[in-house]
């Protein structure tokens, strides 16, 4: 594998499911990241992770909960989601203090 | 906030034609990156800028910073239908490391 890979790349889960996404990063970068995409909305941010900091978005509700347990790997767990959160979920990657980052293919996911 | 307009938001245009899409802020970036999305794919990094007035070139597209570091446009010359996709522009404001805010992007289509 390379680059930044995300599973699953599709869910569909009810409002009182528990589900985890996972994202791996095989760049060797230090820095990962959570975004959320809403149709006709620019992509919101929800978390960071690097060696110096953990950056929560304020407004991410807490029934997201984040988990890194190593630089390469970042989940979201998931539970009790409402419909308004089906969207695309991005996992991206950085090194060093650089801004630019690498982004997976997205988990496409729908609340019913 | 700190908002970020592109423009066009919806482009579509024959192939071979020129365009160019606009991305403004009223506050000053510290860099400033142009992303292009497939539809079920995560934002591909194209370019970044970093100095005002700077020009770059990446194939048939040309990548401007302003030189007061307020805005960007990105040009594309004879334009084929590969190039249909969302194009988002993202920024570091000052004192916000690693925290890029997007834009909701051009989604350009260009018909054969």
């Known amino acids: 594998e390379t680059g930044v890979t995300q599973t699953p790349r599709h869910l569909v889960m009810g409002m009182t499911n528990k589900k985890s996404l996972k994202c791996e990063q095989h760049?060797?970068?230090?820095?990962m990241y959570w975004y959320k995409q809403s149709a006709k909305k620019p992509l919101e941010l929800m978390f960071v992770?690097?060696?110096?900091?953990?950056?929560e978005n304020n407004s991410v509700p807490s029934r997201f909960s984040p988990e890194c347990p190593n630089s390469s790997h970042l989940f979201l767990h998931l539970h009790t989601l409402q419909p308004e959160d089906s969207a695309l979920y991005l996992c991206?990657?950085?090194?060093?203090?650089?801004?630019?980052?690498?982004f997976g293919p997205g988990t496409r996911l729908t609340v019913t | 906030t700190q908002l970020l307009e592109q423009s066009p938001q919806f482009l579509s245009i024959q192939e071979g034609e020129n365009l160019t899409v606009y991305c403004n802020s009223s506050?000053?970036?510290?860099?400033l990156q142009w992303y292009r999305q497939e539809p079920g794919e995560g934002p591909v990094l194209l370019v970044t800028?970093?100095?005002?007035?700077e020009v770059k070139k990446l194939k048939r597209l040309t990548f401007q910073f302003g030189d007061a570091r307020k805005d960007s446009s990105l040009h594309i010359t004879a334009a084929q239908p590969g190039d249909t996709g969302l194009y988002l522009c993202?920024?570091?404001?000052?004192?916000?490391?690693?925290?890029?805010?997007f834009g909701s992007g051009t989604q350009l289509t260009v018909l054969p």
């Open positions: 991206a990657s950085s090194q060093g203090s650089g801004y630019e980052q690498y």
């Open positions: 760049l060797g970068h230090n820095a």
């Open positions: 992770y690097s060696l110096e900091e953990r950056v």
């Open positions: 506050s000053v970036f510290s860099s």
């Open positions: 800028v970093v100095t005002g007035g």
């Open positions: 993202a920024v570091a404001f000052s004192g916000s490391a690693r925290q890029l805010t």
